[in-house]
């Protein structure tokens, strides 16, 4: 599975962190597919830069953002664009249900 994670960086007490899309069983900070993007917890106000293109392209191809990601995503409003491409969710049936 792929997944967009973040890569960490800097020094000791000051990371810096790397947007990567990754597969899901390299290790945090080993190989990955694509750069797309950095975020700096430390800077004030902090720093999120995120492409928002290849974001989108991975998102529609499968890949699924860790839970910091996610934040990040919707922080920047790439969350919401991916969510309205998606279209509306199928009505569920109502009713009882066999066993």
């Known amino acids: 599975m792929v997944k967009i994670r973040l890569m960490r960086r800097g020094a000791a007490k000051r990371p810096s962190y790397r947007v990567v899309v990754s597969d899901s069983?390299?290790?945090?900070?080993?190989?990955?597919i694509e750069n797309i993007?950095?975020?700096?917890?430390m800077s004030d106000p902090s720093l999120i830069e995120i492409d928002?293109?290849?974001a989108l392209y991975w998102l529609s191809?499968?890949?699924?953002?860790t839970e910091q990601v996610a934040v990040l995503?919707?922080?920047q409003g790439i969350w919401d664009k991916f969510e309205s491409?998606?279209?509306?969710?199928?009505?569920r049936k109502k009713g009882n249900a066999e066993s």
């Open 25 to 32: 069983r390299s290790p945090r900070d080993g190989r990955f």
């Open 73 to 75: 995503l919707k922080r």
């Open 85 to 91: 491409t998606k279209g509306p969710k199928p009505a």
């Open 61 to 65: 191809h499968g890949a699924q953002p």
């Open 52 to 54: 928002e293109g290849r």
């Open 37 to 41: 993007g950095r975020y700096q917890p």
